[in-house]
């Protein structure tokens, strides 16, 4: 057995909590007649991609967000896929829609990004919405890293004048948190280190570290040396690695949980940690888009 006194930060519990205050924001939205409606397109069969499509759309029907689906032909050319995105576009019971990722080869997922209006963007990766980020006037924040925002203020974690190491660069999850996370603001303040694939001593960047957040994509790939004593251990890796059970697979996080516990004063769990609270953020900004657009104001949580 191990020693683990680390706070456990269950993001099940602040994930649902969000839900709720955003039910009631979606009740005042549809009081006013403003259902909001969050539509998911899904180009191709990846079976990982439709799953997290189904997991969007039963999330939407718990809170009262009405959902629509697109399929778009994996074969089909890209010019099926921006027509389906300008239709959407148009649609005005639609108040966000996501083009799930990844889309198929012979498909420029940025130009896909720039295809889709702004003000529906609510996965938050159009340049637009990027640039008002980074200065510090988002629209909307990219879920994940929302999402590890909210966890640290749930957990009490301070992120004025901490040093945080993001491990990580990608335009999902690293990149948009070092930039949220370093705004003049109550949840920002933070001194960030981002490192990726070419940094140099990963471990001696992340031990020193106040908040580690581990986005890399490997397996376990920070363990318990790489943490300094009281730490915030934030794991945002979701890997599919090899396993003797049924599925003949489980998830694990970035982070060598058990080690990174005896180490870390507060840590996520993979699953239940980051995760939920990716797709509670998602619900989050398709109320806001639905109250920008409908001119209707609601209290966000
Ligand atoms: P990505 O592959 O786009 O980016 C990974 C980043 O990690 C890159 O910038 C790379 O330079 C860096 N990296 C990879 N190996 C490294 C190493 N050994 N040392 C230092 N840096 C390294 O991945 P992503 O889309 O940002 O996702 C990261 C992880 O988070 C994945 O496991 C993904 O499944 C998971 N994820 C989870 C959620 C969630 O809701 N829980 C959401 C998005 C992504």
Redesign the pocket.
Same mark, same amino acid.
């Given at each position: 057995m191990t020693d683990i006194d680390a706070e456990i930060i269950d993001g099940n519990a602040v994930a649902s909590e969000i839900r709720d205050d955003l039910t009631d924001a979606i009740e005042t939205l549809a009081d006013a007649g403003a259902r909001p409606g969050l539509a998911t397109v899904l180009m191709g069969d990846d079976p990982a991609s439709e799953t997290y499509v189904n997991m969007k759309q039963r999330d939407c029907e718990e809170v009262g967000i009405e959902s629509y689906h697109v399929d778009v032909d994996g074969d089909a050319p890209a010019e099926e896929l921006y027509d389906e995105i300008a239709t959407l576009n148009e649609d005005d019971d639609v108040h966000g829609y996501i083009v799930q990722a990844p889309v198929p080869d012979h498909v420029d997922y940025r130009e896909v990004i720039r295809r889709v209006d702004p003000a529906k963007d609510v996965d938050g990766f159009h340049p637009e919405n990027v640039g008002r980020l980074v200065a510090g006037d988002a629209r909307f924040r990219p879920c994940?890293p929302h999402?590890v925002q909210k966890l640290l203020e749930a957990a009490g974690v301070e992120t004025e004048g901490a040093d945080v190491t993001i491990?990580?660069?990608?335009d999902?999850?690293?990149k948009p948190l070092a930039n949220l996370l370093i705004q003049k603001a109550d949840d920002g303040n933070a001194t960030v280190t981002v490192?990726?694939?070419?940094?140099e001593d990963?471990a001696e960047k992340t031990r020193s570290a106040d908040v580690v957040v581990a986005?890399?994509?490997?397996p376990e790939?920070v363990d318990g040396s790489m943490i300094g004593e009281g730490a915030v251990v934030i794991d *945002? $890796?979701?890997?599919r690695v090899d396993a003797d059970n049924e599925k003949g697979y489980e998830l694990v996080g970035?982070v060598e949980f058990e080690s990174a516990a005896e180490k870390a004063s507060a840590i996520t769990p993979v699953p239940g940690g *980051? $995760?939920p609270?990716?797709r509670a953020m998602l619900l989050y900004n398709t109320v806001k888009a639905a109250s920008l657009q409908e001119g209707v104001d609601v209290e966000l949580p």
């Open positions: 994940t999402g491990v990580g660069r990608s999902i999850v690293g490192c990726h694939s070419r940094t990963l986005a890399a994509g490997a790939l *945002v $890796g979701v890997n970035d *980051v $995760g609270m990716t």
